[in-house]
Nanobody
Framework: QVQLVESGGGLVQPGGSLRLSCVAS????????LAWYRQAPGKERELVAT???????NYADSVKGRFTISGDNAKNTVYLQMNSLKPEDTAVYYC??????????????WGQGTQVTVSS
């Protein structure tokens, strides 16, 4: 039902910045919540940040004060602005959408991921 396409990853030096984008195939106002996850090699996928359709945001402790999640309803896009990047931020970043139908059934959709590498 929902397709998500991430972009904006790349190679950056420590202390640098990147902005990731996730374009949804439906209006993001119809999605209960959107999130960014990341997965480093050999590690479990972890939740980085979430935003609800009401613009309530939450962040992992490791990125608070450095990352900002936001949405642009007109463009069906959610962003992750990443500042003061550290080598430990290196991972594949995934966009996730969580929807609940009017019948109360949950649905989850994932993007293909975009690589972020922080290295000097």
């Amino acid at each position: 039902q929902v397709q998500l396409v991430e972009s904006g990853g790349g190679l950056v030096q420590p202390g640098g910045s990147l902005r990731l984008s996730c374009v949804a195939s439906v209006a993001i106002t119809t999605i209960n919540s959107l999130a960014w996850y990341r997965q480093a090699p050999g590690k479990e996928r972890e939740l980085v940040a979430t935003i609800t359709s009401g613009s309530t945001t939450n962040y992992a402790d490791s990125v608070k004060g450095r990352f900002t999640i936001s949405g642009d309803n007109a463009k069906n896009t959610v962003y992750l602005q990443m500042n003061s990047l550290k080598p430990e931020d290196t991972a594949v970043y995934y966009c996730n959408s969580h929807l609940i139908s009017r019948w109360g059934r949950p649905y989850d959709y994932w993007g293909q991921g975009t690589q972020v590498t922080v290295s000097s």
